[in-house]
């Protein structure tokens, strides 16, 4: 997300208004995002950045306009730019890995299943928005040329092509789970730490200019404090390592919940040095509702979340 988003530290009750107002839009946008990125957490942390942004520019919104439009242009666009900018990371972390080969010409490498959904992160951007808006959410041609940029002519022709792609495309096995030891060393360690209420352990971890973002409620510099909250939760809680459609992260189980099940899934982004992100995603459930599989270790839940 942009420095902007993580300088925003604890938000305002204007903000949590907006994100109220607009709260019965978010499954939707969230969906979208995550099938424009290949990745349910991704596309929360887009869809998030998108509805910052369209706060920030409310007075923009002309009167004649609606809402919902408007907000899922904005959505599109970050969705877009996500998708250019990790082609590019990606692009340099192969030629640095194998300069001497040529970067294949796939870019995308998640899993993909049966359904239509899933099928479109194969596709290029533009004609994946258009079947995800056309096949998916029901949207007319007028209505996606507006949203993606185009005319009703160029979205039937993407339309044409990605049909066709998607006819062509032949089956793929799931991929295997694909993940630098490092990090499910650190998982390990963070959880070992968290379960024992180490807080200072824990602390010793992160950078001194670690960010962390918890969804609805801060963005910013990593909080001292942010450990203490956990203790302060009524119900018994646990923090377990896992895998979220594969990709590891790590999920509290009650806490804010009587039962012991997922309450909050937190993912980690570290170096070298140690933890430079934390991302906290809570009153999600549309995470938990659009994800394929939820594994965790111990093995006190494992299988498909529909």
Not at 19 to 28: G, K
Not at 255 to 271: H, N, T
Request: proline fraction near 5%.
């Amino acid at each position: 997300m942009g420095e902007e988003f993580y300088d925003r530290g604890r938000f305002d009750l204007r903000y949590k208004a907006f994100l109220e107002m607009v709260s019965a839009d978010r499954a939707r946008l969230h969906r979208y995002c995550a099938r424009m990125t290949g990745s349910v957490l991704d596309g929360e942390d887009v869809m998030q950045e998108a509805l910052f942004e369209a706060y920030r520019k409310l007075d923009h919104l002309q009167s004649e306009q609606s809402l919902g439009p408007w907000l899922h242009r904005l959505v599109h666009n970050r969705c877009i730019d996500f998708i250019r900018s990790r082609t590019v990371r990606r692009a340099k972390e192969a030629a640095a890995a194998e300069p001497d080969v040529a970067p294949a010409t796939a870019i995308f490498g998640h899993d993909v299943s049966r359904a239509l959904e899933r099928l479109v992160i194969g596709l290029p951007p533009k004609e994946r928005a258009c079947v995800l808006l056309k096949d998916v959410f029901d949207y007319n041609l007028n209505e996606i040329a507006e949203l993606v940029g185009s005319t009703p002519g160029g979205v039937k022709a993407a339309l044409h092509r990605g049909r066709e792609k998607l006819t062509a495309m032949p089956p793929k096995p799931a991929n295997e789970i694909k993940t630098e030891r490092g990090l499910l060393d650190l998982h390990a360690l963070y959880v070992d730490r968290f379960n024992r209420q180490d807080w200072d352990g824990l602390r010793n971890l992160i950078h001194d200019d670690a960010r962390l973002m918890i969804t609805d409620v801060y963005a910013g510099r990593a909080l001292r404090a942010y450990f203490v909250r956990f203790e302060e939760m009524p119900f018994q809680r646990d923090l377990v390592s896992g895998f979220l459609d594969n990709e590891p992260v790590l999920v509290l189980l009650g806490g804010v919940v009587r039962e012991m099940v997922p309450s909050a899934v937190i993912r980690l982004e570290a170096d070298v040095s140690g933890i430079a992100l934390i991302r906290h995603y809570s009153n999600c459930p549309w995470i938990f509702a659009l994800a394929d599989s939820l594994e965790l270790k111990p093995a006190l839940i494992t299988g498909r979340l529909h």
